[in-house]
């Protein structure tokens, strides 16, 4: 019922910005939370930033001070602002979204994120 299609992924510089989008469709009206997780190689999926239908947001520690959730209801958009981008962070970065009272929970395809040195 809810599509996601992430973009802005690709190659940055350690230092560098990348802003990350999530655009949805389908049921929205069904999703009340929005996320941000990452997956590197022989990693588990690791949660990086949540927002919820009041605007609400949550943070990993070792995103805090670095990266943003934000919300575009207009654009049915999720975005993922990442600064201060570290080799570290190299990962696939997957949007999610879910209603879990409803047994909802809805993944993008992920996009690649790669920082060099």
């Known amino acids: 019922q809810v599509q996601l299609v992430e973009s802005g992924g690709g190659l940055v510089q350690a230092g560098g910005s990348l802003r990350l989008s999530c655009a949805a469709s389908?049921?929205?009206?069904?999703?009340?939370?929005w996320d941000w997780y990452r997956q590197a190689p022989g990693k588990q999926r690791e949660f990086l930033a949540l927002?919820?239908?009041?605007?609400?947001?949550n943070y990993a520690d070792s995103v805090k001070g670095r990266f943003t959730i934000s919300r575009d209801n207009a654009k049915n958009t999720v975005y993922l602002q990442m600064n201060s981008l570290k080799p570290e962070n190299t990962a696939v970065y997957y949007c999610?979204?879910?209603?879990?009272?409803?047994?909802?929970?809805?993944w993008g395809q992920g996009t690649q994120v790669t920082v060099s040195s």
């Open positions: 999610r979204a879910s209603r879990r009272s409803f047994g909802l929970v809805y």
């Open positions: 927002i919820n239908g009041g605007g609400s947001t």
């Open positions: 389908g049921s929205i009206l069904s999703i009340n939370t």
